[in-house]
Protein backbone atom coordinates (compact mmCIF):
# COMPACT_ATOMS: atom_id res chain seq x y z
CA UNK A 1 0.00 0.00 0.00
CA UNK A 2 3.07 2.39 0.80
CA UNK A 3 4.75 2.17 -2.89
CA UNK A 4 1.45 3.40 -4.86
CA UNK A 5 1.26 6.61 -2.61
CA UNK A 6 4.58 6.88 -2.72
CA UNK A 7 4.94 7.50 -6.32
CA UNK A 8 2.56 10.14 -6.72
CA UNK A 9 4.45 12.30 -3.76
CA UNK A 10 7.96 11.50 -5.55
CA UNK A 11 6.40 13.15 -9.02
CA UNK A 12 4.92 15.92 -7.23
CA UNK A 13 8.32 16.94 -5.86
CA UNK A 14 9.93 16.28 -8.95
CA UNK A 15 7.26 18.73 -11.01
CA UNK A 16 7.70 21.42 -8.13
CA UNK A 17 11.31 21.26 -8.55
CA UNK A 18 11.40 21.36 -12.36
CA UNK A 19 8.47 24.44 -12.05
CA UNK A 20 10.86 26.42 -9.79
CA UNK A 21 13.67 25.44 -12.22
CA UNK A 22 11.80 26.41 -15.18
CA UNK A 23 10.86 29.83 -13.33
CA UNK A 24 14.14 30.48 -11.80
CA UNK A 25 15.52 32.92 -14.76
CA UNK A 26 12.12 34.79 -14.45
CA UNK A 27 12.32 35.25 -10.78
CA UNK A 28 16.28 36.11 -11.01
CA UNK A 29 15.38 39.02 -13.43
CA UNK A 30 12.25 40.43 -11.67
CA UNK A 31 14.54 40.67 -8.26
CA UNK A 32 16.87 42.13 -10.47
CA UNK A 33 15.49 44.33 -12.30
CA UNK A 34 12.27 45.22 -10.13
CA UNK A 35 12.51 44.09 -6.79
CA UNK A 36 16.14 45.34 -6.40
CA UNK A 37 15.33 48.66 -7.92
CA UNK A 38 12.16 49.35 -5.66
CA UNK A 39 14.32 48.76 -2.58
CA UNK A 40 17.47 51.06 -3.40
CA UNK A 41 14.53 54.07 -4.59
CA UNK A 42 12.96 53.44 -0.72
CA UNK A 43 16.26 53.85 0.74
CA UNK A 44 17.32 56.86 -2.04
CA UNK A 45 13.75 58.68 -0.43
CA UNK A 46 15.70 59.24 3.25
CA UNK A 47 18.89 60.66 2.33
CA UNK A 48 20.49 63.62 -0.14
CA UNK A 49 21.80 61.55 -3.19
CA UNK A 50 22.47 64.32 -5.78
CA UNK A 51 24.14 61.54 -8.46
CA UNK A 52 27.60 61.79 -7.43
CA UNK A 53 27.87 61.27 -3.19
CA UNK A 54 28.92 57.61 -2.45
CA UNK A 55 28.02 58.05 1.11
CA UNK A 56 24.96 60.47 0.93
CA UNK A 57 23.76 61.66 4.52
CA UNK A 58 20.66 60.70 6.09
CA UNK A 59 17.83 63.20 5.74
CA UNK A 60 15.06 61.38 7.56
CA UNK A 61 11.54 62.32 6.00
CA UNK A 62 13.25 65.99 5.21
CA UNK A 63 12.11 65.04 1.18
CA UNK A 64 8.55 64.38 1.64
CA UNK A 65 8.23 67.57 3.86
CA UNK A 66 9.63 69.53 1.17
CA UNK A 67 7.63 68.15 -1.03
CA UNK A 68 4.49 69.12 0.73
CA UNK A 69 5.77 72.92 0.77
CA UNK A 70 7.00 72.87 -2.49
CA UNK A 71 4.31 75.12 -4.41
CA UNK A 72 5.62 73.56 -7.53
CA UNK A 73 4.68 69.90 -6.62
CA UNK A 74 1.04 71.27 -5.89
CA UNK A 75 0.78 73.20 -9.02
CA UNK A 76 1.56 70.02 -11.38
CA UNK A 77 -0.47 67.73 -9.08
CA UNK A 78 -3.14 70.22 -9.64
CA UNK A 79 -2.23 69.24 -13.85
CA UNK A 80 -2.12 65.52 -13.01
CA UNK A 81 -5.74 65.85 -11.82
CA UNK A 82 -7.30 67.39 -15.03
CA UNK A 83 -5.47 65.27 -16.86
CA UNK A 84 -6.70 62.21 -15.39
CA UNK A 85 -10.17 63.47 -15.17
CA UNK A 86 -10.06 64.60 -18.87
CA UNK A 87 -7.98 61.90 -19.62
CA UNK A 88 -10.14 58.85 -18.23
CA UNK A 89 -13.66 60.05 -19.52
CA UNK A 90 -13.18 61.39 -22.53
CA UNK A 91 -11.49 58.44 -24.07
CA UNK A 92 -13.79 56.34 -22.33
CA UNK A 93 -16.86 57.76 -23.41
CA UNK A 94 -15.56 58.39 -27.20
CA UNK A 95 -14.59 54.42 -27.13
CA UNK A 96 -17.64 53.55 -25.67
CA UNK A 97 -19.88 55.89 -27.81
CA UNK A 98 -18.03 54.74 -31.12
CA UNK A 99 -18.26 50.47 -30.11
CA UNK A 100 -21.62 50.83 -29.21
CA UNK A 101 -22.45 52.29 -32.74
CA UNK A 102 -20.18 49.54 -34.73
CA UNK A 103 -21.83 47.04 -32.60
CA UNK A 104 -25.61 48.23 -32.52
CA UNK A 105 -25.53 49.03 -36.58
CA UNK A 106 -24.39 44.92 -36.98
CA UNK A 107 -22.00 46.60 -39.52
CA UNK A 108 -18.39 44.99 -40.42
CA UNK A 109 -15.82 45.76 -37.56
CA UNK A 110 -12.49 44.85 -39.47
CA UNK A 111 -12.25 48.26 -40.59
CA UNK A 112 -12.94 50.55 -37.79
CA UNK A 113 -11.05 48.33 -35.62
CA UNK A 114 -8.36 49.40 -37.72
CA UNK A 115 -8.71 52.47 -38.22
CA UNK A 116 -9.57 53.70 -34.51
CA UNK A 117 -7.14 51.17 -33.22
CA UNK A 118 -4.04 52.13 -35.27
CA UNK A 119 -3.07 55.47 -33.28
CA UNK A 120 -2.60 53.26 -30.29
CA UNK A 121 -0.20 51.39 -32.13
CA UNK A 122 2.23 54.26 -32.99
CA UNK A 123 5.07 55.06 -30.47
CA UNK A 124 4.59 57.87 -28.40
CA UNK A 125 7.48 60.01 -30.22
CA UNK A 126 5.98 60.14 -33.42
CA UNK A 127 2.39 60.69 -31.62
CA UNK A 128 3.98 63.88 -30.28
CA UNK A 129 5.88 64.65 -33.37
CA UNK A 130 3.13 64.93 -35.56
CA UNK A 131 0.42 66.57 -33.09
CA UNK A 132 3.10 69.10 -32.55
CA UNK A 133 3.00 69.84 -36.48
CA UNK A 134 -0.58 69.79 -36.11
CA UNK A 135 -0.68 72.45 -33.09
CA UNK A 136 2.55 74.33 -34.83
CA UNK A 137 1.32 78.10 -34.51
CA UNK A 138 1.70 79.18 -37.85
CA UNK A 139 1.69 76.12 -41.07
CA UNK A 140 -0.37 73.94 -38.76
CA UNK A 141 -3.16 71.91 -39.35
CA UNK A 142 -5.30 72.90 -36.86
CA UNK A 143 -5.02 76.73 -37.79
CA UNK A 144 -5.17 76.46 -40.96
CA UNK A 145 -7.98 74.83 -40.53
CA UNK A 146 -9.93 77.22 -38.42
CA UNK A 147 -8.65 79.76 -40.86
CA UNK A 148 -10.40 78.02 -43.53
CA UNK A 149 -13.79 78.02 -42.49
CA UNK A 150 -13.46 81.62 -40.96
CA UNK A 151 -12.51 81.03 -37.73
CA UNK A 152 -9.04 82.13 -37.79
CA UNK A 153 -9.74 84.20 -34.08
CA UNK A 154 -9.61 81.05 -32.68
CA UNK A 155 -6.05 80.48 -33.81
CA UNK A 156 -3.52 80.70 -31.83
CA UNK A 157 0.14 78.75 -30.23
CA UNK A 158 -1.61 76.22 -29.17
CA UNK A 159 1.62 74.43 -27.13
CA UNK A 160 3.04 77.98 -26.78
CA UNK A 161 0.09 79.69 -24.86
CA UNK A 162 0.47 78.40 -20.81
CA UNK A 163 -3.65 78.19 -21.09
CA UNK A 164 -4.08 75.66 -24.13
CA UNK A 165 -0.43 73.53 -23.83
CA UNK A 166 -1.73 71.31 -21.14
CA UNK A 167 -5.42 70.86 -23.30
CA UNK A 168 -3.22 70.30 -26.22
CA UNK A 169 -1.30 67.62 -25.54
CA UNK A 170 -4.04 66.08 -23.68
CA UNK A 171 -6.30 66.18 -27.29
CA UNK A 172 -2.88 64.14 -28.63
CA UNK A 173 -3.11 61.62 -25.75
CA UNK A 174 -7.20 60.89 -26.21
CA UNK A 175 -6.44 60.57 -29.83
CA UNK A 176 -4.29 57.88 -29.19
CA UNK A 177 -6.10 56.18 -26.46
CA UNK A 178 -9.23 55.69 -27.29
CA UNK A 179 -8.71 53.00 -29.76
CA UNK A 180 -7.78 50.57 -27.20
CA UNK A 181 -10.89 51.57 -25.35
CA UNK A 182 -13.10 51.17 -28.28
CA UNK A 183 -11.36 47.93 -29.44
CA UNK A 184 -11.92 46.10 -26.01
CA UNK A 185 -15.33 47.34 -25.39
CA UNK A 186 -16.49 45.85 -28.59
CA UNK A 187 -14.93 42.76 -28.06
CA UNK A 188 -16.76 43.20 -24.79
CA UNK A 189 -19.71 43.87 -26.40
CA UNK A 190 -19.75 40.57 -28.35
CA UNK A 191 -20.59 38.74 -25.56
CA UNK A 192 -23.57 40.88 -24.86
CA UNK A 193 -26.77 38.99 -23.81
CA UNK A 194 -28.59 39.67 -27.85
CA UNK A 195 -31.65 38.10 -26.32
CA UNK A 196 -32.37 40.40 -23.06
CA UNK A 197 -31.80 43.27 -25.55
CA UNK A 198 -34.49 42.55 -27.71
CA UNK A 199 -36.83 41.38 -24.87
CA UNK A 200 -35.71 45.18 -23.80
CA UNK A 201 -36.94 46.40 -27.25
CA UNK A 202 -40.08 43.90 -27.81
CA UNK A 203 -41.03 46.01 -23.92
CA UNK A 204 -40.93 49.44 -25.72
CA UNK A 205 -37.21 50.41 -24.42
CA UNK A 206 -35.38 52.64 -26.01
CA UNK A 207 -32.12 52.93 -27.32
CA UNK A 208 -30.94 54.62 -24.24
CA UNK A 209 -32.57 52.65 -21.69
CA UNK A 210 -31.67 48.87 -23.69
CA UNK A 211 -27.75 50.47 -23.16
CA UNK A 212 -28.07 51.81 -19.77
CA UNK A 213 -30.10 48.89 -18.22
CA UNK A 214 -29.29 46.16 -20.38
CA UNK A 215 -25.66 45.95 -21.93
CA UNK A 216 -23.77 47.95 -19.85
CA UNK A 217 -23.89 46.26 -16.44
CA UNK A 218 -23.47 43.24 -18.68
CA UNK A 219 -19.97 44.63 -19.44
CA UNK A 220 -19.36 46.53 -16.54
CA UNK A 221 -16.24 44.35 -15.35
CA UNK A 222 -14.36 44.63 -18.83
CA UNK A 223 -15.43 48.75 -18.55
CA UNK A 224 -13.84 48.80 -15.01
CA UNK A 225 -10.57 47.21 -16.16
CA UNK A 226 -10.43 49.37 -19.16
CA UNK A 227 -11.22 52.64 -16.61
CA UNK A 228 -8.27 51.14 -14.56
CA UNK A 229 -6.01 51.19 -17.10
CA UNK A 230 -6.25 54.68 -18.34
CA UNK A 231 -6.66 56.12 -14.82
CA UNK A 232 -3.38 54.69 -14.22
CA UNK A 233 -1.85 56.42 -16.73
CA UNK A 234 -3.34 59.74 -15.91
CA UNK A 235 -0.93 59.03 -12.96
CA UNK A 236 1.70 58.04 -14.75
CA UNK A 237 1.73 60.33 -17.85
CA UNK A 238 5.38 61.67 -18.32
CA UNK A 239 6.59 60.96 -22.55
CA UNK A 240 3.82 63.14 -24.54
CA UNK A 241 4.30 66.29 -22.47
CA UNK A 242 8.18 65.46 -22.02
CA UNK A 243 8.29 65.24 -25.73
CA UNK A 244 5.76 68.06 -26.61
CA UNK A 245 6.03 71.05 -24.11
CA UNK A 246 8.71 70.14 -21.66
CA UNK A 247 6.31 70.86 -19.04
CA UNK A 248 5.80 74.32 -20.28
CA UNK A 249 5.33 77.05 -21.33
CA UNK A 250 6.17 78.57 -17.53
CA UNK A 251 5.37 75.35 -16.05
CA UNK A 252 1.55 75.35 -17.15
CA UNK A 253 1.82 71.81 -18.55
CA UNK A 254 4.11 70.37 -15.77
CA UNK A 255 2.60 67.24 -14.32
CA UNK A 256 4.36 65.48 -11.26
CA UNK A 257 5.93 62.85 -13.62
CA UNK A 258 8.12 65.60 -15.13
CA UNK A 259 8.58 67.62 -12.28
CA UNK A 260 10.03 64.63 -10.59
CA UNK A 261 12.56 63.75 -13.86
CA UNK A 262 13.25 67.82 -13.50
CA UNK A 263 14.22 67.40 -10.25
CA UNK A 264 16.01 64.19 -10.28
CA UNK A 265 18.30 64.65 -13.59
CA UNK A 266 18.43 67.89 -14.36
CA UNK A 267 18.79 69.41 -10.92
CA UNK A 268 20.29 66.53 -9.99
CA UNK A 269 18.52 65.71 -6.78
CA UNK A 270 17.85 61.90 -7.25
CA UNK A 271 16.45 61.56 -3.93
CA UNK A 272 13.78 64.42 -3.90
CA UNK A 273 13.08 63.04 -7.60
CA UNK A 274 12.62 59.52 -6.21
CA UNK A 275 10.74 60.90 -3.49
CA UNK A 276 8.06 62.81 -5.69
CA UNK A 277 8.26 59.24 -7.59
CA UNK A 278 7.09 57.22 -4.82
CA UNK A 279 4.65 59.63 -4.00
CA UNK A 280 2.96 59.16 -7.03
CA UNK A 281 2.93 55.20 -6.78
CA UNK A 282 1.63 55.43 -3.41
CA UNK A 283 -1.51 58.04 -4.66
CA UNK A 284 -2.20 55.52 -7.58
CA UNK A 285 -2.18 52.12 -5.71
CA UNK A 286 -5.77 52.97 -3.82
CA UNK A 287 -7.30 53.54 -6.93
CA UNK A 288 -6.30 50.20 -8.82
CA UNK A 289 -6.89 48.44 -5.75
CA UNK A 290 -9.97 49.60 -5.26
CA UNK A 291 -11.43 48.82 -9.14
CA UNK A 292 -9.86 45.94 -9.14
CA UNK A 293 -11.63 44.80 -6.04
CA UNK A 294 -15.18 46.17 -7.66
CA UNK A 295 -13.98 44.64 -10.97
CA UNK A 296 -13.72 41.30 -9.42
CA UNK A 297 -17.13 41.12 -7.28
CA UNK A 298 -18.85 42.54 -10.24
CA UNK A 299 -17.36 39.40 -12.10
CA UNK A 300 -18.31 36.52 -9.28
CA UNK A 301 -22.21 38.29 -9.87
CA UNK A 302 -22.27 37.86 -13.12
CA UNK A 303 -20.95 34.60 -12.89
CA UNK A 304 -23.76 33.76 -10.32
CA UNK A 305 -26.39 35.66 -12.20
Same mark, same amino acid.
Given at each position: ??????? !???? @????? @?? %????????????A????????N &????????????D????? /?? #???????????????????????? /?? %???????? %?????? #??? =?????? /??????????????????????????????G????????????????????? !??? &???????? &?????????????L???R?????Q???? @?????????????V???????????????????????? =??????????????????????????????R?????A??????????????? #?? @?????????????
Amino acid at each position: MSAPSAV !PRAV @RKQQA @RL %GLLMTAPLLLMMAVFVLFPMLN &AVYYVFVDFDGLDPTPPW /VG #LSNFTELARDSAVWDAFGNNVIWI /VL %GTVAPLAL %GLLLAL #LVW =DTKRSS /VFYRLAFFLPYVVPPVAVAVVWSWIYAPTRGWLNRALDAVGLDSLSGGWLGD !PDT &ALYAVLGA &AIWSIFGFVFLILLSALRNVDVDQVDAA @RLDGANAAKRTWHVVLPQIMPVFLMVTTITLLGGFSVF =DLIFIMTGGGPSNSSEVLGTYAYERAFEANRISYGTALALVIALMAIPFAVG #LN @RLQRRLSLEGRTA
